[in-house]
């Protein structure tokens, strides 16, 4: 099945500066990425995907790139705020976007300087 | 619009007793996921159901654990007997077409 790494496992970056986020995955067949933030005592919220048709896409301070030759995509977030604190889950599932079970990594806890 | 609906938002009972997880989707959704959150294991999907057909259940860890969808408006997660190593948060997500997963807030389950 597959398997997801994600790295760090915890990132410090001070505010204004820029924070990445990195994930592998072992399956060729996954073409669907998606990102999730979650803060305390919520569920996971999608922040943004890609998928494997597209090697990069924007939301304003979000990026995500991906590399299909290499099995690894990451998230960028430019100009961090305080309220980007939280932990941050890539994901990968064969289907084309939500219609199969997502495999996550281990999550990543940033954390904000001010 | 209403999120995904869990409840209860939190459980406490003591090992031996039955669990019901329940789930109420997004309307309109016709896939439902079930995932479980530990942190030795993080994020791991137990089921997941299309149209309330069961699609994959290779996730549920064992026997005690089962998992129905009578209707398109409501899932249930059950666990009897329940054991210490259930306690976890559990989570409900469901979607539509090959459009992104919603995720409800969780059942923290804590079994003593």
């Known amino acids: 099945g597959e398997n997801v790494e994600q790295h760090p496992s915890t990132l410090s970056v001070q505010e204004g500066d820029s924070a990445v986020i990195k994930c592998t995955y072992s399956?060729?067949?996954?073409?669907?990425f998606p990102w999730y933030k979650q803060e305390l005592g919520k569920g996971p919220q999608l922040i943004i995907d890609i998928r494997s048709n597209v090697g990069e896409k924007k939301d304003q301070r979000i990026a995500v790139t991906l590399n299909k030759t290499a099995k690894h995509f990451s998230l960028h977030i430019t100009e961090t705020q305080p309220e980007d604190s939280a932990v941050y889950f890539c994901?990968?599932?064969?289907?084309?976007?939500?219609?199969?079970?997502?495999?996550f990594g281990k999550g990543t806890h940033l954390i904000i300087q001010p | 619009d209403a999120g995904v609906i869990q409840s209860p938002r939190h459980e406490v009972t003591e090992m031996g007793q039955e669990v019901t997880l329940r789930c109420k989707p997004i309307?309109?959704?016709?896939?439902l996921f079930w995932y479980r959150q530990t942190m030795m294991r993080g994020l791991e999907l137990l089921i997941y159901f299309n149209n309330n057909v069961p699609i994959d259940d290779s996730g549920m860890p064992e026997d005690r654990f089962s998992a129905k969808m009578p209707n398109a408006s409501f899932s249930t997660l059950k666990i009897q007997p329940s054991e210490p190593r259930d306690s976890a948060v559990y989570f409900c997500a469901t979607s539509w077409s090959n459009q992104p997963q919603h995720f409800g807030d969780g059942t923290r389950l804590s079994i003593l």
């Open positions: 994901a990968a599932s064969r289907a084309g976007g939500g219609a199969d079970g997502l495999t």
């Open positions: 309307s309109g959704h016709d896939y």
């Open positions: 399956d060729s067949a996954s073409n669907y």
